[in-house]
């Protein structure tokens, strides 16, 4: 039982993802088969997970893959109307060599994946993940993390 006096505190949804890019700096997109959009590999952190360790297993559980998954690029607090509070982590996935591409089996989640030019991105993600992914394109650019509030950087 909650002390009267203490103000209610988030119980904010959790989710992490990564960027993964060919050889030409396109980026992978999947396309989940329980959505109308595209998406980025990742999902939804699993009670005693860390964001990292939810990266590795979503993208292996989306994927089939096991690559290597680099630094952090991007945290977003992005509360969603429906679902509520929400922080959202981008890891940085590298290029991915011929042979993962070679080894790319989609899970049950998806149905299909592409590489896309990061000018069409735009046209393909809802509005908070296209602004989410622009974001981890220049933190990857910058070699830095970038926080974002609602898909946006804060003003200086």
Known sequence: MSDPGTPPMTRARAAAG???????????????NYKDHRDIPGGYIEP???PFQACVREV?????IQ???GELLVVDWA???????KVLFVFDGGTLSP????????????????????EELPALLIE???????????AR??????????????PN
Do not use: C, K, M, S
């Open 79 to 85: 509360p969603h109307p429906q679902e509520g509070d």
């Open 60 to 64: 292996h559980e989306e994927l089939g």
């Open 99 to 118: 042979t993962h591409r070679r080894q790319i089996t989609l899970g049950a989640e998806l149905d299909g994946y592409a590489f896309h030019a990061p």
């Open 18 to 32: 990564a960027l993964f890019f060919d050889e030409h700096g396109h980026v992978l997109l999947v396309q989940p």
């Open 48 to 50: 005693g997970e860390t």
């Open 128 to 138: 908070r993940l296209a602004n989410r992914v622009a974001a981890a394109l220049t």
């Open 141 to 154: 650019r910058q070699g830095r993390t970038i926080y974002l509030e609602h898909g946006n950087e804060l």
């Open 67 to 69: 690559p290597p998954i």
